[in-house]
C-alpha cells in the first residue's frame, strides 16, 4: 500500500509538473523561447570572442615569446661580447703587469749592479787612499824620524862633555873668588 501511494504522490508531481510546465510555456513561452535564442546568440557570440580572443592572446603570446628570445639573445650575445672584452681587457693587464715586473726586476738588477760596482769602486777608492796616507805617513814618520836623529846627532856633537863642563864651573868658581891664577896674570896683580 506504500508503494501505491508513493506512485501516486509521483504520479501526481509528476502531473502538476506537467500541467505547471504548460501554464509557464502558455504565460512565458513566447518570452522564454525569445530569451533562448538571444542566450543561444549571446552564447555563440561569446564563444567566437572567447575563441576570437584566444587566437589573439595566443598571437599575442607568440609575439611576446619571440619578442623576448630575440632580446634574451641579444642580451646573450652583449654578455658575451662584455664578457670577451673583459677577458681581453684582462689579459692586457696581465700582460702590462708582467711586463712592468719584467721591467721592475732589470731595475732593481741593474740598480744592485750599479750598487754593487759603486761599493766596489769606494772600496777601491777607500783602500788606495789609506794606502796613499799610510805612505805618507811612513814617508813623514821617516822624515820626522831622520831629522830627530840628525838633531840628536848634531847635539852629541855640540854638547859639552861633563867633566869640560865641570871644570868650566869650577875655572868659573875660582875666578870669582879670584883663586884661579892664569899663568900670566901673576906679575900684574890683576885677578
Given amino acids: 500500500m506504500e508503494k501505491i501511494e508513493k506512485s501516486a504522490a509521483t504520479e501526481i508531481e509528476q502531473a502538476s509538473g506537467a500541467s505547471l510546465e504548460k501554464v509557464r510555456d502558455i504565460l512565458f513561452g513566447v518570452q522564454m523561447r525569445d530569451y533562448d535564442k538571444r542566450f543561444a546568440r549571446l552564447e555563440e557570440r561569446l564563444a567566437k570572442d572567447i575563441a576570437d580572443l584566444k587566437d589573439d592572446v595566443k598571437k599575442r603570446l607568440t609575439a611576446l615569446e619571440g619578442y623576448v628570445k630575440k632580446e634574451v639573445e641579444s642580451l646573450e650575445d652583449r654578455i658575451k661580447a662584455e664578457q670577451d672584452g673583459r677577458t681581453e681587457q684582462i689579459k692586457d693587464v696581465h700582460r702590462e703587469m ?20 759603486s761599493q766596489k769602486d769606494l772600496r777601491q ?38 867633566t869640560a863642563l865641570a871644570s868650566l ?14 899663568p900670566g896674570t901673576e906679575k900684574t896683580g890683576n885677578g
Fill in 98 to 117: 708582467k711586463d712592468n715586473a719584467k721591467a721592475f726586476e732589470k731595475k732593481t738588477s741593474s740598480l744592485d749592479d750599479q750598487l754593487a760596482k
Fill in 125 to 162: 777608492q777607500l783602500l788606495d787612499q789609506n794606502k796613499r796616507l799610510s805612505d805618507e805617513i811612513r814617508e813623514k814618520t821617516a822624515e820626522v824620524l831622520a831629522a830627530l836623529e840628525k838633531e840628536a846627532q848634531e847635539l852629541r856633537t855640540e854638547k859639552a862633555d861633563r
Fill in 169 to 182: 864651573f869650577t875655572e868659573v868658581a875660582m875666578r870669582l873668588s879670584n883663586e884661579f891664577k892664569l
